[in-house]
């Protein structure tokens, strides 16, 4: 079923005219979520001050102490930091963490937890996103946090790492090659997203992003390793494979696809977003021209396209024009870029690529300024700038 279509600048940039935005300097408002329905955990004396994005005190320490009961729950002490827990079963921790605290752990840890940088390391970012995005926090922050451990730690999750096993067939209809940031990948792992190695289920992409083979699952979508791929047969098969599970797994998402335009006064400033609830909306990059010429056959590829993918769940586009009104998109496209990336789980990247004659380029990038805000640097390729500058004279 196609998603909702939404207001993009009233949910964007709030009610106020979008066309008063400065693209080249922008820094995401927080978006404190609403009140929440119960009182939350007060922090205690041995928790450290640690807000988490878009978060505030009191609600990061109700969403810390959420988590560690939940891995504790399941046999893991746990230990938190600003972007990752450390986790570990109490009989595996070599080096536990030294804690005067009335519990074994910080944040009310029932259980032995392990010192920092020790064990297994379970991010922060999407659960913090989704809780900051949640309609009532209190309600919905337990809820999320519970699905969120048991997907990736609970009985399902090690059900899951048995698919490595499956028979060659029911493993072949989970394929999937999808993009992904680089450096989410194991560091052992990122220098196959950075140079081609004709064994490896990483492709190189851009700057940020890398293709990667994954088994799609229930409950997750599990990357996988070399390693993962003993006798399943010739790399560029499982390649293929992928892409076209790829092309299946968007079409019957049921992409929904809407142009977004500045203002009523400036209707060519605009681009056009490609939505799904699947996980792999993100990866349409990878099958741009197919999928353009399935739900935008107006736009002609070859001419070159600017486009970005904040998150796993859409995908910004523009076709290429000349003069202000493609110079005005591509800034109001940098700012959206940057936003959506910064609120929405699964992020992918914040910056904006450009393709032309099967080449990629990254054009844009994200600049943190002393006073907390960030500017985006905008550095167009010579081919988008020269016709930029066309259409001004």
Request: proline letters at 11%; a negative charge; one cysteine or more.
């Amino acid at each position: 079923m196609a998603p909702k279509k939404r207001n993009w600048f009233s949910r964007l940039f709030g009610s106020h005219d979008a066309s008063h935005d400065t693209p080249h300097s922008t820094s995401p408002a927080p978006n404190s979520p609403a009140s929440p329905s119960a009182p939350l955990a007060e922090p205690g004396p041995q928790d450290p001050p640690v807000p988490l994005p878009r978060l505030d005190l009191h609600q990061s320490t109700a969403l810390i102490r959420q988590i560690v009961q939940a891995l504790n729950e399941l046999g893991y002490g746990a230990t938190p930091t600003p972007e990752v827990v450390y986790y570990s079963k109490p009989e595996h921790i070599q080096k536990p963490l030294s804690y005067p605290g009335p519990t074994p752990g910080p944040y009310g840890g029932r259980l032995p937890a392990p010192d920092y940088g020790e064990g297994s390391q379970l991010g922060l970012e999407n659960i913090t996103k989704q809780c900051a995005n949640a309609e009532d926090f209190g309600r919905d922050m337990p809820v999320l946090v519970e699905h969120f451990v048991n997907s990736l730690l609970g009985p399902a999750a090690s059900s899951e790492r048995d698919l490595l096993s499956l028979p060659d067939a029911e493993f072949y209809s989970r394929l999937r090659a999808r993009l992904m940031a680089i450096d989410l990948l194991p560091e052992q792992s990122r220098a196959d997203a950075l140079e081609f190695n004709p064994d490896s289920p990483i492709r190189p992409y851009s700057d940020d992003l890398c293709i990667n083979l994954v088994l799609d699952t229930p409950n997750s979508v599990l990357a996988l390793s070399p390693g993962s791929l003993n006798n399943r047969g010739p790399i560029e098969d499982l390649f293929r494979i992928g892409y076209r599970n790829l092309w299946q797994e968007l079409i019957d998402s049921g992409l929904d696809v809407q142009p977004v335009r500045a203002s009523e006064d400036r209707p060519n400033e605009r681009f056009w977003a490609i939505e799904s609830g699947s996980y792999y909306a993100g990866s349409v990059p990878l099958l741009m021209n197919e999928i353009l010429e399935r739900y935008l056959p107006q736009i002609d590829p070859s001419e070159g396209l600017v486009f970005s993918t904040p998150h796993r769940h859409i995908t910004l586009v523009r076709e290429m024009s000349e003069g202000t009104d493609m110079l005005g998109s591509v800034k109001m496209m940098a700012a959206v870029t940057a936003q959506e990336f910064s609120r929405q789980a699964g992020a992918l990247s914040p910056r904006l690529m450009f393709s032309h004659m099967a080449e990629i380029t990254t054009f844009t990038d994200i600049k943190a300024k002393g006073d907390g805000r960030a500017e985006i640097d905008i550095q167009p390729p010579a081919y988008l700038m020269e016709r930029i500058n066309q259409g001004k004279r």
